[in-house]
């Protein structure tokens, strides 16, 4: 583009008057400005004495739970898209023919590495039968790198830390009718999406529960 | 004499205490300002962070760098905190009588004494030139190199700034400054834009934003102190700090009346109640000073270098001739 372009608009700098060119005015706009500040409600968090509240934990992205259906078993159906789409390879699946009549697969083997993962949400993204989710945990803690690498059992028992304060993040269809979840977060075509929180607890985890577990 | 020494040591200790709690002050602002807290986790709302503070940089590795100058690095700092120091002898911080071993100055009745301030406080540029200078570090030369220009020319502002100031008085000694404005006005009526001139020159002598370039972090890394560590960067610290509070009392005492305080506090009462109160009030004063720089600092951004130059060229020095001429041509009308 050159510089005489008709589509190039020039913006001339605005001409200073003398007041503006003492600065005074400005510094003592930009004064009072900050000045104003220093009564506002201060926003920092005590980190470890009061506990970070996610503004919407149901949007955070935060430790993985392997999530069950009405009966009690592993929802996933060990289908692999969740490993596919995890740009960061840290999901690793066994598949085993199911024991239940109703669907064919199960995974004997679910394993996230909690250490690569990036926590992206793409595995939530994929999985079409909502048994993968991110919860709003974020205080894990782990003494070696074996113990962040969360097993089918561990993952599951995320779940059942978790589902009291954070109902499923989209409505699960297609094994199950399941209780609504709240919260639409839109998945595919929206035919399935709820709008509107439903008994939706907006509550935190009381405990940073993975610290006090033992050893996955 | 025993009285005397017993006096530097009570100031020089209460100086260092007191910039050890400016630096507390300092971040305490900073983080007001900018919707955070601040240091709250030693000791009563971290009443003892500059404890802690000073106790890690006692306990700190003093680094000195390959192919550095050593002697001079070493002295550095120590003339940092000696000029910044030295510097507050004259400056009364109360009533003073010559010979009452109670009157709180170290120095009293020196009748150069604002010459002495200025004289002492800009060898300080020594301790910023040798520092940046010994370090081997480019990085340390180029701030000593901004700051060395910065302090040279804002030196002739903040000299002919106060120059109408002594016209008036008719002095240059500091408690018959205080004298020639207690009961009667401020000299901040007679010579606004003097007072202007005077404390924006007086930070950029400091090195205080918006005038900090010689250390600006984000293009020089510290600036003249780069490479220094432990107690010996504080005693670069020690020295800017001291320069600020030396800077808010030569404004009181210039500009603000000093202890005076109008339908108080008169200059007849005497006694040493009422020098404590006067004492008080100017530390009040100078504090307040104080707090409005940490604002400032936390308020503005920094001036790019040519901006500081041309302001102190043909903006301030300008100014402040024509100011003194004015000043120069009143004065004389109205004592002839």
């Given at each position: ?216 | ?122 060898l300080a540029v020594y301790a910023v030139i040798l520092g940046g200078w010994a370090s081997n570090n480019k990085y340390s030369f180029l701030g000593a190199m901004r700051s060395s220009a910065q302090l040279v020319s804002y030196e002739i502002p903040l000299g002919l700034s106060i120059l109408g100031i002594v016209l008036i008085a008719r002095s240059l000694n500091l408690e018959q400054i205080i004298a020639a404005q207690a009961d009667g006005v401020w000299f901040i009526v007679y010579q606004p834009i003097a007072c202007l001139l005077f404390f924006t020159s007086a930070l950029a002598e400091s090195n205080r934003l918006p005038f900090d370039l010689p250390e600006a ?120």
């Amino acid at each position: 583009m050159k510089p005489d372009d008709p589509n190039i608009h020039w913006v001339q700098e605005p001409k200073l008057g003398l007041l503006d060119k003492l600065y005074l005015p400005a510094v003592f706009s930009g004064l009072g400005i900050t000045g104003k500040h220093l009564a506002q409600k201060k926003v920092t968090v005590q980190y470890p004495d009061e506990p970070h509240v996610s503004p919407d934990p149901l949007k955070y992205r935060g430790v993985h739970r392997l999530n069950r259906d009405a009966e009690g078993r592993v929802k996933c159906v060990a289908c692999f898209l969740c490993a596919t789409a995890c740009p960061a390879h840290c999901i690793d699946i066994v598949a085993a023919e199911s024991p239940w009549p109703d669907r064919e697969k199960y995974p004997e083997v679910f394993v996230i590495d909690e250490l690569r993962c990036i926590y992206c949400g793409m595995c939530e993204e994929a999985c079409p039968v909502d048994a993968v989710e991110l919860t709003s945990m974020y205080n894990m803690t782990g003494k070696s790198r074996e113990e962040m690498v969360f097993d089918k059992e561990k993952l599951l028992s995320v779940y059942d830390a978790t589902k009291d304060t954070e109902p499923m993040r989209s409505k699960g269809f297609r094994l199950e009718a399941g209780p609504a979840s709240a919260h639409g977060r839109e998945k595919g075509s929206g035919v399935f999406c709820q709008d509107g929180p439903e008994g939706a607890s907006h509550k935190r985890l009381p405990t940073p529960f993975l610290g006090q577990e033992g050893h996955g | 004499m025993i009285i005397l020494g017993l006096k530097i040591l009570l100031v020089v200790l209460a100086l260092q205490g007191t910039v050890a709690y400016l630096i507390y002050i300092e971040r305490k602002v900073c983080a007001y300002l900018q919707d955070r807290i601040g240091p709250n986790r030693v000791g009563w709302h971290g009443l003892l962070q500059p404890i802690a503070d000073g106790g890690k940089l006692l306990l700190k590795e003093p680094f000195v760098p390959e192919g550095a100058n050593k002697i001079l690095f070493i002295l550095a700092p120590a003339i940092a905190v000696f000029t910044t120091t030295i510097g507050f002898a004259v400056v009364p911080f109360g009533p003073t009588a010559p010979g009452d071993p109670s009157s709180f100055v170290i120095a009293p009745g020196i009748d150069v004494g604002i010459l002495y301030v200025f004289a002492v406080s800009s060898l300080a540029v020594y301790a910023v030139i040798l520092g940046g200078w010994a370090s081997n570090n480019k990085y340390s030369f180029l701030g000593a190199m901004r700051s060395s220009a910065q302090l040279v020319s804002y030196e002739i502002p903040l000299g002919l700034s106060i120059l109408g100031i002594v016209l008036i008085a008719r002095s240059l000694n500091l408690e018959q400054i205080i004298a020639a404005q207690a009961d009667g006005v401020w000299f901040i009526v007679y010579q606004p834009i003097a007072c202007l001139l005077f404390f924006t020159s007086a930070l950029a002598e400091s090195n205080r934003l918006p005038f900090d370039l010689p250390e600006a972090e984000q293009e020089l890394i510290g600036g003249y102190h780069t490479e220094y560590s432990g107690m010996r960067w504080a005693m670069f610290f020690f020295g800017e700090y001291t320069h600020m509070i030396t800077v808010s009392f030569l404004t009181t005492i210039l500009f603000l009346g000093g202890w005076d305080l109008p339908f108080v506090l008169s200059a007849s009462s005497t006694g040493f109640l009422a020098g404590l109160a006067k004492m008080i009030v100017i530390c009040v004063k100078a504090f307040s000073l104080i707090l409005f720089m940490m604002w400032l600092r936390w308020t503005l951004p920094r001036f790019r270098f040519d901006q500081l130059m041309n302001l102190a060229w043909k903006v301030f020095i300008p100014l402040a001739l024509a100011n003194l001429l004015v000043t120069a041509v009143v004065v004389h009308v109205l004592r002839s």
